[in-house]
């Protein structure tokens, strides 16, 4: 019998904590911490390899060739947006971190308000950079976002362009890469549809599936704004949290401290009369 009780005062000890422990899971934050994940991999991994599939349509139809010497050209800023996309996934992953453990160490200080954790001004402190840095951050993938549609454009008219083509016959459309500042007005970079080599370009499944990555990486982008976008409500509704627990906290203390206040007069009187009783 006496087993029987201590097992079953065990599993509910297991359960209580167990449900303590998901209680203090900060799930806005997971939220969008998955989200903002799921939107820098997708624009980091769908973006190098569109870049990668750009630079190759540009050597094998346009009969483009990496300039010698230290000549900044299109092959050069590809490799420099390869780069800051690898500066991208790393920084970003560290942030979601980042923020995942302050929504945990916020959430751990507004439950905890009376236990050991106290809400201090350094913490208050934390949750206003973070506020400010996210809405940098949030600022900065909405001009990612904007920079990203540039190619999902230019590969959409190249589409467009193979399709009329297709649907079209004795058409005669160009495609110049001057006009779109990839090459110089000197240079003279141009497919039209009746060269032999637009013709494989529009049948190769390599411009189709470079399309298709760049409107993946495009989503992408547009994910990880959301994910600030949620960052932002999470981060103003726990700095508004916090700064009523301060507030809270702050008048418990003066109320302690009065009845404390209150509980030594009284002792003191209380001695008085009875040495005056005396």
Request: glycine share 8%; aromatic share 12%; charged share 15%.
């Amino acid at each position: 019998m006496e087993e029987n009780m201590e097992e079953g005062q065990t599993q509910k000890g297991c359960f209580e904590c167990c449900i303590k422990c998901l209680g203090g899971i900060p799930y806005a934050s997971l939220i969008a911490t998955i989200l903002l994940y799921a939107g820098v991999a997708l624009f980091c991994g769908c973006g190098h390899e569109a870049l990668s599939g750009t630079v190759n349509i540009l050597q094998t139809y346009f009969e483009m060739t990496r300039a010698a010497g230290d000549v900044i050209d299109v092959f050069t800023m590809i490799d420099i947006f390869k780069y800051v996309i690898y500066g991208v996934a790393a920084a970003f992953f560290v942030y979601g971190i980042l923020l995942m453990v302050e929504g945990f160490f916020t959430t751990g200080a507004i439950k905890d308000l009376y236990g050991d954790f106290k809400i201090t001004t350094c913490g208050r402190c934390v949750s206003a950079w973070f506020i400010m840095l996210t809405y940098i951050f949030m600022l900065a993938w909405l001009g990612v976002t904007a920079f990203t549609s540039l190619p999902v454009y230019m590969y959409f008219n190249l589409w467009t362009i193979c399709r009329n083509a297709t649907l079209v016959d004795g058409t005669n459309l160009c495609l110049d890469l001057r006009q779109y500042g990839i090459v110089t007005i000197g240079e003279e970079k141009k497919v039209c549809t009746t060269s032999e080599s637009f013709i494989k370009m529009c049948d190769s499944n390599e411009l189709n599936m470079t399309f298709h990555l760049f409107i993946v990486a495009l989503a992408g982008a547009g994910a990880a704004v959301i994910a600030m976008v949620h960052y932002l409500m999470v981060l103003s509704a726990n700095w508004a949290y916090v700064k009523d627990a301060c507030r809270m906290q702050k008048y418990e203390d003066i109320k302690s401290k009065e009845e404390q206040e209150l509980h030594d007069i009284h002792s003191t009187r209380s001695k008085e009369r009875l040495n005056a009783y005396t």
